[in-house]
């Protein structure tokens, strides 16, 4: 029996039962008052002393479970999509939304959660010198209680936890302890203490996607120093009900699908599958065959989506696909910003996206996409390189995968 409750929820349910227990045999109350009175302080004092509550068990794996559907019947995933968690932490407040949603996936998926928190070595400081080790036990000790803290959280939610502690470069620390432990999945948030989401984005962040061994969850908050737009969606941290999956059909981007798909399948959420369209270079606009071009590339796009759609419905996924180029509702702008904009227009509450972990993770249709969309999102990123699984476990067959990516390669050559 794993306990449920933290320390603090503990004291007072065994407090309040005994109060409550004195007060049913003090007062002069109707009988059958008395003993609701002491019945109930008598299982408040035993699941404090205990520490564990069985409809605190039974609501937060309901709450946990995917919705059914009468009218469509899903199937079980592939696989797995996580078995084991990093969350890395600084304890600012978005890296306190990146422990919700490692919470939240941990219970979903079952997943133990290690809580990772890197002292930063001082840029005049060397690793294994004395006073890096006195500096690390000073930090260590401060860090301590709030970790507890964390795992004591956790474990309230019903999730395994436990947290360690490092020293050296953050970003690089990181991917190593997810090396080391395997993780199927990095959960952090997109920037720390200090708000400035353009440095830490640059630097922690965005080292930790390119070099990470496995996808990279980066979570996002509004931040408060400016205003909430009309179009972006207030933060809900235990919410998968409709994935965005940007595409460029390269085989990254494939792999990053199949991914999406199986959150789709894991929480019975809508997937959407994006395509931005390559905009136009200026000197062609103009051209009298500018026009015949777009809306050829525009139909070949569509043929290939409606292949990955019927592949993904087939196995009872909910699926809809969007092609949107520089002249369309989202309006103009760069591809990370009518990924952005198609997101919030739909009410996505989750990113899934390819990166092949270059410099500047270029991805999608050329330029820093991933980037950009990593740098301005308000509903977490999920970003990856590679998807390792056999065949038999994904969603997309080898023979789509060959077609449609085949296609976009041998177009690539002639550019």
């Known amino acids: 029996m794993k306990r449920n409750l933290g320390t603090r929820e503990r004291v007072i349910r065994i407090v ?11 007062l002069p109350i109707p009988f059958w008052i008395e003993e609701v009175a002491e019945t109930v302080g008598l299982l408040a004092v035993v699941t404090g002393a205990v520490g564990y509550c069985p409809l605190r068990h039974c609501l937060t794996r309901r709450a946990q479970e995917p919705r059914s559907s009468s009218s469509d019947a899903r199937v079980s995933p592939k696989q797995p999509a996580i078995k084991r968690i990093l969350l890395a932490t600084d304890f600012s407040g978005c890296a306190e939304q990146a422990l919700e949603y490692a919470a939240f996936l941990g219970n979903a998926c079952q997943a133990p959660v290690e809580i990772l928190y890197v002292v930063e070595v001082l840029p005049d400081m060397s690793p294994n010198d004395a006073t890096a080790e006195s500096y690390f036990d ?77 996808p990279v969850l980066t979570v996002h908050v509004v931040p408060t120093c400016r205003p909430v737009m009309k179009s972006e969606r207030p933060f809900a941290a235990s919410t998968v009900r409709h994935v965005l999956a940007p595409v ?65 419905r087939s196995q009872g996924i909910a699926v809809e696909t969007v092609v949107v180029g520089q002249r369309s509702a989202v309006g103009w702008g760069s591809p990370a910003e009518a990924i952005l904009a198609e997101a919030a227009r739909r009410g996505c509450d989750l990113i899934v996206m390819g990166t092949r972990g270059r410099r500047g993770l270029t991805s999608l249709v050329g330029g820093s996409v991933a980037e950009g969309v990593l740098r301005h999102a308000t509903v977490p990123v999920l970003t990856m390189k590679r998807l390792q699984a056999t065949p038999d476990q994904r969603y997309l067959s080898q023979e789509v995968r060959i077609r449609v990516g085949d296609q976009v390669v041998a177009g690539e050559r002639t550019h």
């Open 138 to 214: 000073l930090c260590r000790k401060q860090a301590e209680k709030p970790l507890d803290e964390l795992v004591e959280r956790l474990t309230s939610m019903g999730v395994t936890a436990r947290w360690r502690l490092r020293l050296g470069i953050p970003s690089r620390q990181i991917n190593l302890a997810a090396e080391e432990l395997g993780a199927d999945l990095v959960t952090l948030g997109a920037y720390g203490r200090t708000d400035l989401i353009d440095v830490l984005l640059g630097s922690t962040a965005q080292r930790v996607v390119q070099g990470a061994p496995c």
């Open 16 to 26: 309040g039962g005994i109060f409550l227990m004195v007060l049913g045999i003090m």
């Open 248 to 312: 460029d059909f390269s085989l990254c981007s494939l792999d990053a699908l199949d991914y999406a798909a199986l959150f789709a399948t894991q929480f019975d959420a809508v997937l959407t599958v994006l395509y931005v369209i390559e905009p136009v270079l200026p000197e062609l606009e103009r051209d009298e065959d500018a026009p015949a071009l777009a809306r050829g590339q525009r139909e070949l796009a569509a043929s290939r989506l409606a292949v990955l759609c019927h592949e993904l």
